[in-house]
């Protein structure tokens, strides 16, 4: 059965440090998913990766994707206190059988 | 300029009490997919539609249904709804299996 493990599952920090968040996955996928997700809110998507070697980014985050590692980043650049919310990692595989991780809150502080 | 719209926002039901949620889409996908998100917890997909295919997760309870009955709309009934059903259901979809899902506003339900 697919695990997807993200770490940290707490992360504070200061505003203009730079953080990474790891999503670590068991199964072989070739697909991940970067969602946000703000107190009391729906999720927002934020990156699709779809290959080996992947790279996206936008505005202060850049999320990676390693499929030989199984193993997915999202970088944070000089953080903002926008920036705080909840950031999930999901694995499609099994055809469109999406597991999501558990989550990192992100707290930004001035 | 909403895209997945799901009704009600908040409900409230009593112990046992048959209840049902409600999600539209003006995206013309044809994926539609429900989740629940429990307090502090990561999303857990229950079922998905793609058309009127009807795909049903192994460890969803039986006390949660689906109708699709059109390409617009999606409800998830829970007959006999119990304490531990209390959260945040997620109404998405999908263009096609594999690609992004789009999020509703999500429904909070609250059991008495």
């Known amino acids: 059965e697919l695990k997807v493990e993200q770490n940290p599952l707490f992360l504070s920090m200061q505003e203009g440090k730079n953080y990474t968040i790891y999503c670590n996955y068991s199964t072989t996928s070739d697909r991940l998913y970067w969602y946000r997700q703000d107190p009391g809110k729906s999720l927002e998507s934020l990156f699709v990766?779809?290959?080996?070697?992947a790279v996206k980014q936008e505005g202060r985050l850049m999320a990676s994707l390693d499929t030989k590692a199984r193993l997915s980043t999202l970088h944070i650049t000089a953080a903002v206190h926008d920036l705080s919310a909840t950031y999930f990692c999901?694995?499609?595989?099994?055809?469109?059988?999406?597991?999501f991780g558990a989550g990192t809150r992100l707290t930004v502080k001035p | 300029d909403a895209m997945v719209i799901q009704n009600p926002r908040y409900q409230v039901t009593q112990f046992g009490k048959p209840v049902t949620l409600s999600c539209s889409q003006t995206l013309n996908h044809n994926v539609m997919y429900w989740y629940q998100q429990k307090s502090s917890q990561a999303p857990k997909l229950l079922f998905h539609y793609y058309d009127k295919d009807f795909n049903n997760e192994a460890d969803t309870p039986d006390n949660f249904q689906s109708r699709r009955p059109n390409t617009s709309f999606c409800f998830l009934d829970i007959r006999s709804p119990g304490l531990g059903d209390a959260a945040m259901y997620l109404c998405?979809?999908?263009?096609?299996?594999?690609?992004?899902?789009?999020f509703g506003p999500g429904t909070r339900l609250l059991v008495l």
């Open positions: 998405a979809t999908s263009r096609d299996f594999r690609e992004t899902q789009y």
């Open positions: 990766l779809l290959s080996n070697g």
């Open positions: 999901a694995v499609d595989y099994n055809n469109n059988d999406m597991r």
